[in-house]
């Protein structure tokens, strides 16, 4: 599916909800001091919530079941900033789908993702959510961190939680950090080879380098010298992926 021309959505996981008043659900979001909002339409019917936000229709979908176990299995590796995610998730009753689709105001991806991101706080707030879950990416992230980093948004993006990292184990000496998420912004995914022993190093600028990106767009091209670390020069590249052999992925590597 190509998210960028579809939709963009995110699931709350939470143990039950009734909707009495379905504006309270954007009660944090209107009442924001930093911007102003329009919410010019909100309808119920059954368990979901129609509305139209600053020109982007979308729907807030209660759903009477859990976040399908069958398709967390392969994303919980994305998962290892958030202690005992496993447990938490798997224990959850029901989940939230909040999808933006028809977009009359000519957002950016961009934009129209920090807005998902303010609305799904919002939303957290008022049912008490468990945790996050973004749709794209499988990006992971307990509530109370998805509202801590969406509080900060207009100063830093939240980058993890839409794409999702993890690490993969090549030998004892190295491991792979590897972009999941990405193409929501019509980008590349990354990956880079690092040693053990400055894994997380490395992955603080592979994260900067996908923040730099998703503001930016796609400017670096294949074989761009683009950084210097532990004194050796960084190349971009583009290969085949090896998590997707129908893309292209922006390798990083050493010269």
């Known amino acids: 599916m190509n998210y960028k021309l579809a939709r963009i959505m995110a699931f709350i996981v939470h143990n039950g909800y009734t909707i009495t008043d379905p504006l309270r659900l954007f009660d944090s979001l209107m009442k924001n001091e930093k911007e102003t909002y329009t919410l010019e339409y909100v309808a119920v019917e059954k368990n979901t919530v129609f509305f139209e936000l600053n020109g982007i229709f979308g729907f807030i979908s209660f759903v009477g079941a859990p976040y399908p176990f069958t398709q967390l299995d392969g994303t919980l590796k994305y998962a290892w900033h958030w202690p005992k995610v496993d447990e938490i998730i798997r224990n959850h009753e029901q989940q939230v789908l909040i999808n933006l689709m028809t977009d009359l105001g000519g957002h950016t991806q961009l934009e129209k993702s920090i807005l998902l991101s303010k609305l799904v706080a919002s939303v957290l707030k008022e049912i ?27 100063e830093i993006l939240p980058i993890n ?25 019509d980008l590349m995914e990354i ?65």
């Not at 972009?179 to 912004?185: H, I």
């Open 191 to 255: 990956e880079m080879v690092e040693n053990n022993e400055n894994l997380m190093k490395t992955f603080e600028f592979v994260y900067s380098l996908a923040d730099y990106l998703i503001r930016r767009g796609n400017i670096i091209k294949d074989g761009d010298i683009i950084d210097e670390l532990y004194g050796k020069k960084v190349v971009a590249e583009y290969i085949d992926s090896t998590e997707n052999k129908d893309c292209k992925v922006l390798k990083i590597k050493y010269l």
């Open 161 to 185: 939680l839409w794409v999702a990292f993890k690490f993969d184990k090549i030998s004892d000496e190295e491991s792979k950090i590897v972009s999941k998420g990405m193409e929501l912004f």
């Open 128 to 154: 008490d959510g468990m945790g996050v879950i973004w749709a794209s990416s499988k990006a992971m992230n307990s509530k109370q961190s998805f509202i801590d980093q969406v509080e900060d948004i207009e």
